[in-house]
């Protein structure tokens, strides 16, 4: 008997006209067995957030139910409340908003202690977690002050002391940087091999949890495309954008049996059907820019007196009509350059030129006006209105900008009448991003900095903003974004600098740097390197994988 | 016996209550000289002064602009020392300014105590099983304080740097300001509202909240809390029936009350035999190792 149902789901939202015919879900169907995990794939709106708030009661959204969901035999709206808050576990995207509490102690116990358990079993139940999750060093920590993915970890963890059967995570690595993501991940993972836990994850990068799904689901505007094992799905699916690179290769093979979907899978794949190919030398290209826009030279920067270099003899230049990347762990110092180049923080020693000019001699504010405009992490920073044309429409000196300008930005960027009169708050991910670009891009900036832009965007959105920074790149404008994203890079950048350890260890053309690189690389390249000349992006790699098909005659599996 | 710092919060509280409110409102000159001396003993046991030239030289500071000021606005007493643009400038003055900073720098150590004792975690706890609710209430805002803190600073970026911020007039700056909280404002509901829904998706007020109590009521907070009543009470009622009164003007006449004096003394050491205890005790076992 399945463990979890979902027959015929329609699910519409009371505000009707909101969705195709009101509704936000159509005809979900599908089932898992206990211990089963599910990966629901889709982009931005397409349904899966509320798809995953139904199945567990607490929080699911007001609106119109049809069809049924089923839990352990049972309709989930029968299970009564303390099955519901013990037995399923929900982990959201935000690791910031989840916790309540202090301490991670006392964040650990609040569930336990809501179901009302006695004092041993709730001091038990937080040293068997905290063992199981490595949390020990940091148990009696301020959660204020852990990492991103130290606070979703802890987020997890506090839905783990209850050991429930259903685990529900909601992009639960969108926010966090690679290294923290991928710790996360191995943790639920683990979850699932070890505890034998029931999971339903949504993600817009599979690429570690595809290969360990038991189930593809997919979702495309509330309607269910497809519900299949992995291999299967691989095999019908048509190079979807969110499949990892390993199997939209195998995809475009359409092959019966696929190989695990993991990179290393994917090399060997292409070490058995094809030729060696002798890549080309790069011939070396330093100092190809010469700082136009902005140039940082021989850079000192410390928070603290007497505390570390967090810049430390730092050199870089950006270019005008040019897209520049900088990548690097966390810690490294990339935020940091990014405040001195906007001006928010002052060197210790060392220049730096904006538009050829000493960032110094710009007088307050002047910085600000046509030349430099910033875009943070969380666009909704620099709202402040009730709603985004009123917001976007009035310049920083509080006048009012013509309107048919107005129109025509948000015509460019796709940003529809409807969503000009909703609150900012109301607004996705890539819409509020959206917005803000407009209102930055009104005030005619000639460098744009983005810092991390593609935090939980899905891919169509990132290709979108990929577009909207070539084209501005190409008005002559200097762009440039802080990401840990390389395939973004790769798509989009036209220079990408290296940072650790306050220097710029690396500062090159996209496609050599790229290409040279074993870890600040794309998947892709690290499956065509000595195969395919100059493979970086997944389409790239896709279409000179299909163009040499019949190489050896067996290219067909 | 254990660390000062692990006592029930609310004998922990009233205690502090007790001795701070004594050193403040009782102005005879020996409770306030002990308070200060055993509160500077005190804040370097708990370790809570630790650059000691840099916290002397604040409180030696303090010491000097009170009592050097009052004689500058009082001019009662009877020994004049010198005189200024013909007012006088009179020991008793200089007397009072001195206790009365005295007893400013005694205080000031004792909340330095209690705020390094006082963890938020032992705030919630002296709400108690009753007033859990506001216990919970406590603790999230104390949550969302240095959450709070850093957003503005990060929103404060991103309006600088998106031109948001004018600085030209005090005006303007005022208004950039105010635009910043409106923003803060705005996620503070937004992330509230999540906070919600995380506290719902993990049940709570569906059951009677299991308070995780850490430890019984040991003999040693009986013991602290016993003494720390019956000593302000003996303070109280001396102090009401005059036996500890201090007075500088016309001159200078004080009581001395051996009781309540030696009670204060007992007091104020209360936490430094924690202290020391637990020091010899550390040290005794690893000597044993």
């Known amino acids: 008997m399945a463990f979890i149902e979902c027959e015929k789901l329609n699910f519409s939202y009371p505000y009707a006209g909101d969705k195709s015919n009101g509704f936000a879900l159509h005809d979900i169907d599908f089932s898992l067995e206990q211990g089963d995990f599910l990966l629901i794939c889709g982009t931005s709106g397409s349904g899966k957030s509320t798809l995953l708030r139904l199945l567990k009661p607490e929080i699911s959204p007001n609106g119109r139910l049809d069809g049924k969901i089923i839990y352990a035999g049972k309709f989930l709206n029968d299970l009564p409340k303390i099955a519901s808050a013990a037995e399923i576990g929900y982990v959201f995207q935000d690791p910031n908003a989840a916790y309540v509490n202090e301490k991670v102690y006392s964040e650990l116990a609040f569930l336990p202690q809501n179901l009302g358990l006695s004092p041993e079993t709730i001091e038990l139940r937080i040293a068997e977690i905290c063992a199981f999750f490595g949390l020990e060093s940091i148990i009696g920590s301020d959660i204020c002050s852990l990492s991103g993915g130290q606070k979703q970890l802890v987020n997890l963890a506090a839905v783990m002391t209850a050991y429930p059967k259903l685990l529900i995570l909601d992009e639960p690595t969108s926010q966090l940087d690679p290294i923290s993501a991928e710790r996360f991940s191995d943790i639920v993972l683990r979850i699932r091999r070890e505890m034998g836990t029931t999971i339903i994850i949504s993600e817009h990068n599979t690429e570690k949890f595809f290969n360990f799904a038991d189930k593809i689901l997919y979702l495309e505007n509330g309607h269910q495309l497809a519900f299949d094992d992995p291999s299967l799905f691989v095999k019908k699916a048509a190079n979807h954008d969110f499949l990892p690179t390993s199997a939209k290769l195998f995809s475009s093979f359409k092959l019966d049996n696929c190989p695990a979907f993991t990179t290393s899978s994917a090399m060997n794949f292409v070490r058995g059907h094809y030729k060696n190919a002798a890549c080309d030398q790069f011939i070396e290209s330093k100092n190809h820019l010469n700082g136009d826009a902005v140039k940082v030279e021989n850079a000192y920067f410390s928070y603290t007196r007497r505390g570390k270099d967090v810049i430390d003899s730092l050199d870089f230049n950006a270019d005008f009509g040019r897209i520049h990347a900088i990548c690097g762990a966390n810690g490294s110092g990339k935020t940091t350059l990014f405040k001195l180049i906007s001006g928010l923080k002052t060197l210790r020693d060392g220049k730096i030129y904006i538009d050829g000019k000493r960032i110094s001699s710009y007088k307050s504010g002047a910085l600000y006006r046509n030349l430099i405009a910033s875009l943070p992490q969380d666009p909704h920073d620099i709202f402040i209105c009730e709603s985004v044309k009123e917001d976007i429409s009035t310049s920083p000196d509080g006048e009012k900008y013509d309107f048919e300008t107005v129109k025509t930005f948000c015509k460019r960027l796709n940003i529809s009448e409807k969503l000009l009169d909703l609150h900012p708050y109301d607004l996705s991910g890539g819409e509020i991003q959206r917005a803000a670009l407009v209102k930055l891009l009104l005030l005619e900036p000639k460098i744009l900095l983005l810092d991390e832009p593609t935090k939980g965007l899905d891919k169509r959105c990132k290709r979108q903003l990929s577009t909207l920074l070539k084209e501005l790149a190409a008005e002559g404008k200097a762009v440039i974004f802080i990401t840990h994203d390389m395939d973004f890079i790769a798509e989009t950048a036209d220079d990408v600098t290296l940072i650790f350890g306050g220097k710029a260890v690396s500062s090159l053309p996209v496609r050599q740097f790229i290409m040279q690189n074993s870890v600040y690389t794309t998947a892709a390249s690290l499956i065509g390197r000595g195969y395919f000349d100059e493979t970086m992006t997944d389409s790239e790699l896709i279409s000179s994988a299909v163009s040499r098909k019949n190489e050896r005659g067996d290219g067909d599996e | 016996m254990k660390k000062f710092s692990q006592l029930n919060s609310g004998v922990l509280f009233l205690f502090f209550l007790s001795v701070i409110g004594i050193t403040m409102f009782t102005q005879n000159v020996y409770l306030r000289a002990i308070s200060l001396v055993i509160s500077i003993i005190n804040a370097c046991f708990f370790d809570v002064i630790t650059d000691y030239f840099k916290d002397f030289r604040f409180y030696l500071a303090v010491f000097l602009v009170i009592t050097v000021s009052n004689p500058l606005f009082v001019h009662r007493g009877n020994t004049v020392l010198f005189y200024v643009k013909n007012t006088p400038i009179t020991l008793e003055a200089m007397a009072y300014g001195a206790n009365f900073s005295l007893s400013m720098i005694a205080v000031l150590a004792w909340f330095r105590i209690f705020s390094t004792l006082m963890t938020a975690e032992k705030i919630v706890e002296i709400y108690g099983k009753r007033f859990a609710t506001l216990g919970l209430i406590a603790a999230l805002t104390l949550r969302y304080v240095p959450e709070f803190k850093r957003r503005f600073a990060e929103i404060a970026d991103a309006h600088r740097s998106a031109g948001l911020i004018c600085e030209d007039t005090w005006f303007e700056k005022v208004k950039s300001y105010l635009k910043i909280f409106m923003s803060l404002a705005e996620f503070s509901f937004e992330k509230s509202a999540n906070t919600a829904v995380s506290m ?90």
């Open chain 2, 200 to 289: 719902n998706a993990r049940g709570y007020l569906l059951h009677k909240r299991t308070q995780i109590s850490h430890r019984k009521f040991q003999f040693n907070e009986l013991l602290v809390l016993i003494l720390t009543l019956v000593i302000t009470v003996c303070v109280i009622v001396f102090s009401l029936t005059h036996k500890l009164s201090t007075s500088f003007y016309p001159s200078f006449k004080t009581d001395f009350s051996m009781l309540p004096t030696i009670l204060f003394t007992i007091l104020t050491l209360i936490p430094t035999s924690f202290e020391l205890e637990d020091r010899l005790k550390w040290h005794l076992s690893n000597a044993k190792n």
